[in-house]
């Protein structure tokens, strides 16, 4: 699980000695593991001898129950909204104290961003994370303000109260709306999704190069209410 854990989305590609550097396993032990795992499928071992994370644990990770169901169901909405706005339509869940990007529909002509499916936002920089964070439980908020707020841009919301102030809007309008907190440049807005207990499960967003991105509130939010309804449905 070490091993594992030492790929990153910033080092998804690894030496024998950076594992044992990030690890701190032994040489031999390391190789040995790593052996293993490759044989698994869960890493696999580059021409050069690098290693990267093998497709068995993608196959694996495409089962989670969480994860399917939504990104199935959420999938045919996601098309329409990117077919309509021609930017970055993402798809996030909760994972831990972070937003984890299940899905995201991209087009070459948009503004460049951070994440990727796989890769995970910080819940108060990104519209998706404060979504989430909205719709956490307290303990939440006290773990991420006291992990300190990291400050990305010169518009990042780095001051508690003023995180509270914007959290407690985000529950009221069920939107939330970012403006150059990640990126220069980049401007989102994103919406819940619920289950169907009216449990916020994920949260939906695009991303855009518009200064003007509330004007895409109306359609985010009828994507996200489509999406919860369709999951009601399901089951």
Same mark, same amino acid.
């Given at each position: 699980?070490?091993?594992l854990?030492?790929?990153?989305?910033?080092?998804?590609?690894?030496?024998?000695?950076?594992i044992?550097?990030?690890t701190g396993?032994?040489?031999?032990?390391?190789?040995?593991?790593?052996g293993?795992?490759?044989?698994?499928?869960?890493?696999?071992?580059?021409?050069?001898?690098a290693?990267?994370?093998?497709?068995r644990l993608?196959?694996?990770? @495409?089962?989670?129950? %969480?994860a399917?169901?939504l990104? *199935?169901?959420?999938m045919?909405?996601?098309?329409d909204l990117h077919a =309509? !706005?021609?930017?970055h339509?993402?798809?996030?869940?909760?994972?831990g104290s972070e937003?984890?990007?299940v899905?995201?529909?991209?087009?070459?002509?948009a503004?460049p961003?951070?994440?990727?499916?796989?890769g995970?936002?910080?819940?108060h920089a990104?519209?998706a994370g404060?979504?989430l964070?909205?719709?956490?439980?307290?303990?939440?908020?006290?773990?991420i303000?006291?992990?300190?707020l990291?400050?990305f841009t010169?518009?990042?919301i780095?001051?508690?109260?003023e995180?509270?102030v914007t959290? @407690?809007?985000c529950? %009221?309008?069920?939107?939330?709306? *970012?403006r150059e907190?990640?990126?220069?440049?980049?401007?989102?807005? =994103? !919406?819940?999704?619920?289950?169907s207990k009216?449990r916020?499960?994920?949260?939906?967003?695009?991303?855009g190069?518009?200064?003007?991105?509330?004007?895409?509130?109306p359609?985010v939010v009828?994507a996200?209410?489509?999406i919860s309804?369709?999951l009601?449905?399901a089951?």
């Amino acid at each position: 699980m070490a091993i594992l854990g030492a790929f990153t989305t910033d080092r998804p590609e690894l030496t024998l000695a950076q594992i044992c550097r990030r690890t701190g396993l032994r040489h031999a032990t390391a190789h040995r593991i790593a052996g293993e795992l490759a044989a698994w499928g869960a890493l696999e071992r580059k021409p050069g001898g690098a290693y990267v994370v093998g497709l068995r644990l993608w196959e694996l990770g @495409a089962l989670n129950p %969480r994860a399917l169901p939504l990104r *199935v169901l959420a999938m045919p909405v996601m098309e329409d909204l990117h077919a =309509a !706005t021609r930017q970055h339509v993402q798809l996030t869940v909760l994972q831990g104290s972070e937003a984890l990007v299940v899905e995201r529909i991209s087009t070459a002509h948009a503004v460049p961003i951070v994440s990727r499916v796989g890769g995970r936002l910080p819940l108060h920089a990104s519209a998706a994370g404060k979504i989430l964070l909205a719709h956490g439980d307290e303990t939440l908020l006290d773990t991420i303000i006291g992990e300190g707020l990291s400050r990305f841009t010169p518009a990042t919301i780095t001051d508690p109260d003023e995180l509270r102030v914007t959290l @407690a809007e985000c529950r %009221r309008t069920g939107v939330a709306i *970012v403006r150059e907190e990640m990126s220069r440049g980049a401007y989102s807005v =994103a !919406t819940r999704i619920t289950d169907s207990k009216d449990r916020v499960i994920a949260a939906l967003s695009v991303v855009g190069a518009d200064p003007a991105t509330q004007r895409l509130i109306p359609a985010v939010v009828v994507a996200g209410r489509s999406i919860s309804r369709e999951l009601r449905s399901a089951r």
